[in-house]
Every structure is written in C-alpha cells, then in structure tokens.
C-alpha cells in the first residue's frame, strides 16, 4: 500500500475527498499508525457514520470462478500469484455479477481498528470493485481495457460483457512501465491496439505523460472525468450487492 484515500459522502452536501500518501514498503503497523493519526487530526473523519466502506489496493489477490471455489483453500489459491506468509490473514469477496470470488490479504490490524471505531463495516478489494464498476458501466460485448493506476499500483481488468479475459495488478514507477503493462496484457490475449478501448481512470490526466504514452499505441483511449473521481471509491455500491 502507498497511501490512504478518504471519500465521505453527505445527503445534504457536497462529497468530500482527500489522500494521503504513504512511504513505500511501510509495514502494516506503521500503516496503523499513519491512519490514526489522520482519523484524529482531520475533524470530518471523527464525526459519525452511518456506512463505513474499507478498500484494499494492493497486489496481493487472484481470482476464482464462483463454481470451484471452496472457502477452506484460500490459500491454495493465492499462493502461486502471491507471496504470503503464514501468519497472514485471508478473506475472499464474492461478486455476483462476475460469478467470480477474490481472494486477498485484508489487514487484520486495520480491520480491528474500524470495528472497534465503528462497529460492523464492510471491506473490499479494489479489483472487486473494478469489475462491479465495469459491469454497471460497459454493458455491451466489445472487448474494453479498463486500467486504474492509484500511486504506484496499476490495475488492468479486460472485459467483453459478462466474461473477464484478464485481471491483474502491477507496480508502475513512471510512463514507460504504464505502456508496457497495457501492451503486455493485450498481447498475452493477442489483442489488436487499434481495435481495444481503453478506459483509464484513477490519477490519469489527458495532459500527462501516461496517458500520451498510451494514446500513442491504443487510439481509442478514454479518460475518465474529474466528477467520476475517486473512480473506485464512488463504485462501492455495485462490489457491495
């Protein structure tokens, strides 16, 4: 994890937003810490809640089609795409609109944290709510390349309608590592650059280097706008059904 985003929504106000950015590598109790210190300096987040959402944005998950999952080989599952320890924590999402199943490594720390400040929450993966988002918002079977870059992690999801080729994440230090991963993922799928959409969100501008890199190999590239930012935060709902 590289930093830590807040989204509050009000039934009388504007949402509100904000992110702090964290050291790299930061060990999950130094997170703990980080994210303490934020809930108690910042007045808007000490103030009630009435749905408390937690997002994980990270590397560590994969994948499982909802008819061969079993809930007693999590780790089975994650430990040919991960590295996990022993003592590590796993939890899965079930989406319902994918028929597919998550599992990651949620951080027990904060989850005990946001339970004892609030009670029951609910918490997600950000490639769960990558492929809700998705399916509410692409409901035709042209294959689409939807690519979220959030700090230094990139997340990649190919879809054509109900059927995901691919969904994946990658750690990014500048442009040339974004266009690499974009190209490298539609040429595993064999997949024509002049023929794919890609949808980029996240920290993603028009005028920034990451998306001209783009742009100079996938012609049909869209950005989306800054009202549909933070793009996963504002897409919970869907993961949530």
């Known amino acids: 994890m590289t930093g830590l985003s807040f989204l509050l929504e009000y039934s ?7 992110e702090h950015k964290l050291p790299s ?35 560590t998950f994969t994948f499982v089609p909802e008819v061969l999952f079993e809930p007693n080989n999590l780790a089975d599952y994650l430990k040919y795409n991960a590295k996990i320890l022993p003592r590590d924590y796993l939890d899965y999402d079930l989406l319902k609109s994918r028929e597919m199943v998550n599992v990651y490594v949620p951080f027990t720390n904060i989850n005990n944290y946001f ?9 997600l993966h950000s490639a769960t709510v990558l492929l809700a988002a998705i399916a509410q918002t692409n409901n035709t079977n042209k294959t689409q ?23 994946n994440a990658f750690a990014v230090n500048c442009p ?46 869209e950005v989306l706008s800054a009202s549909q930012q933070p793009f996963l935060l504002k897409n919970v709902a869907g993961a949530c059904e």
């Open 176 to 221: 040339e590592d974004f266009a690499y991963y974009l190209l490298f993922c539609m040429e595993q799928l064999q997949l024509d650059p002049k023929e794919v959409t890609a949808v980029l969100s996240g920290t993603i501008k028009e005028d920034d280097p990451y998306f001209e890199l783009a742009y100079r190999y996938i012609k049909d590239v």
């Open 115 to 123: 339970f004892d400040r609030y009670g029951d929450f609910t918490f």
């Open 25 to 59: 590598g930061l060990h999950p109790g130094d997170i703990l810490l980080e994210l303490q210190e934020l809930m108690s300096s910042e007045p808007r987040l000490e103030a009630k809640a009435e749905e408390v959402v937690v997002i994980y944005h990270h590397t």
């Open 145 to 167: 390349l939807n690519a979220h870059l959030d700090a230094e992690t990139l997340l990649i999801a190919i879809t054509s309608g109900r059927k995901v080729a691919l969904i």
């Open 12 to 18: 009388d106000a504007d949402p509100w937003s904000y």
